[in-house]
């Protein structure tokens, strides 16, 4: 079945790591998305790419990084820079083109103590 | 610019109460309009969607109706389940633009027995 995973689902990882999420699709989609979530708040756009081998960032882009290096997966690297990197992470992906819904992993909670 | 504004929450109902939360936007051409739900611990799913003015997008006794005049896409349920505790959201998707989707805050419902 086609779909787009993430894992872990639970991260947990001391202060000054870095550490890296995964997201992977097989559902053939151009672009892709990574979004944090912070307890009863909603989504902020961290990073997003429309094809392979670009990417843009988002609103909260400081201290993350991504690659895109194949279609089918757009890793997040949570840096020892993200002051405070404890949160709900997200990603997304979708075909390009008007009507189109984004697909959504099951996140990645990271815990950093 | 571009932006999804819906209701804020909490919203607590009762069991088979009827539901409205309010979404409005601010886009330039003709975006695609949806709505998600999120269920604790989990990504967001499609609910339902509308890719143009006067559709009526419904799904599992949820709809909203793509409304150009008053750039609202309200969604509504005649009578809310326990199961339907979820946080909402609504969003946008442009047509053009590198960065064309749009998220609202979320609305978080909990319905009591």
């Known amino acids: 079945d086609g779909g787009i995973t993430q894992s872990p689902k639970y991260l947990f990882r001391k202060e000054g790591q870095n550490v890296t999420l995964s997201c992977e699709q097989n559902?053939?989609?151009?672009?892709m998305y990574w979004y944090r979530q912070d307890p009863g708040q909603g989504l902020r756009l961290i990073y997003y790419?429309?094809?392979?081998?670009?990417?843009q960032k988002g609103d909260i882009a400081e201290g993350y990084s991504v690659s895109r290096e194949k279609k089918e997966s757009f890793p997040l690297t949570v840096t020892s820079a993200q002051k405070n990197p404890t949160a709900f992470y997200l990603c997304?992906?979708?075909?390009?083109?008007?009507?189109?819904?984004?697909?959504f992993g099951q996140g990645t909670r990271l815990t950093v103590v | 610019g571009d932006s999804v504004t819906q209701m804020e929450g909490p919203v607590t109902l009762s069991e088979e109460a009827f539901l409205t939360i309010n979404c409005t936007y601010t886009?330039?051409?003709?975006?695609?309009l949806f709505w998600y739900v999120q269920y604790p611990g989990e990504g967001l799913q499609l609910l339902l969607k509308?890719?143009?003015?006067?559709d009526k997008g419904s799904n599992k006794g949820f709809e909203a109706t793509y409304r150009k005049e008053t750039t609202s896409f309200h969604l509504e349920k005649g009578s809310v389940q326990v199961s339907d505790s979820a946080v909402y959201f609504c969003?946008?998707?442009?047509?053009?633009?590198?960065?064309?989707?749009?998220f609202g805050t979320g609305t978080r419902l909990t319905v009591i027995p």
């Open positions: 997304a992906s979708m075909l390009r083109g008007a009507g189109t819904e984004a697909f």
């Open positions: 559902l053939n989609h151009d672009a």
């Open positions: 790419s429309q094809i392979v081998n670009d990417f």
């Open positions: 886009a330039t051409g003709y975006p695609s």
């Open positions: 509308a890719t143009k003015a006067d």
């Open positions: 969003a946008l998707l442009l047509q053009t633009g590198a960065n064309n989707l749009f």
